[in-house]
């Protein structure tokens, strides 16, 4: 009965635009925003060593993980022997303690 009305689409498409020269330049602004000695540079600097995380490796970062990861079960492990021993040399005594 009603039409109801419809957003409407805009599509702009550049006639002359070079994305690798668009990305050259992102490059060149970045870089000289990062030489600077300024407190704009150097939060610049930062941001870009952050992104790039872990020199950029991929790998390195699962080698990093996968190390944390054997540490802690070898961590876990030694505190479940740990507990083991305690318990088996002093349960008497605590069984004692308790039972009085």
Do not use: C
């Not at 409407?8 to 002359?16: I, S």
């Not at 790998?59 to 030694?78: C, E, H, M, P, T």
């Not at 318990?87 to 308790?98: G, Q």
Request: charge should be positive; avoid cysteine; charged fraction near 30%.
């Amino acid at each position: 009965m009603f039409k109801v009305p419809e957003h409407q689409k805009f599509e702009y498409r550049p006639r002359y635009w070079d994305p690798k020269k668009d990305k050259q330049d992102a490059l060149k602004e970045r870089i000289r925003m990062i030489q600077g000695q300024s407190m704009e540079s150097t939060k610049a600097r930062i941001t870009s060593n952050l992104r790039s995380g872990f020199g950029g490796d991929p790998r390195l970062r699962s080698k990093l993980v996968s190390r944390s990861n054997y540490r802690i079960i070898a961590i876990i492990g030694f505190l479940v022997l740990l507990s083991y021993f305690l318990l088996d040399r002093y349960m008497p005594l605590l069984e004692k303690f308790i039972g009085n």
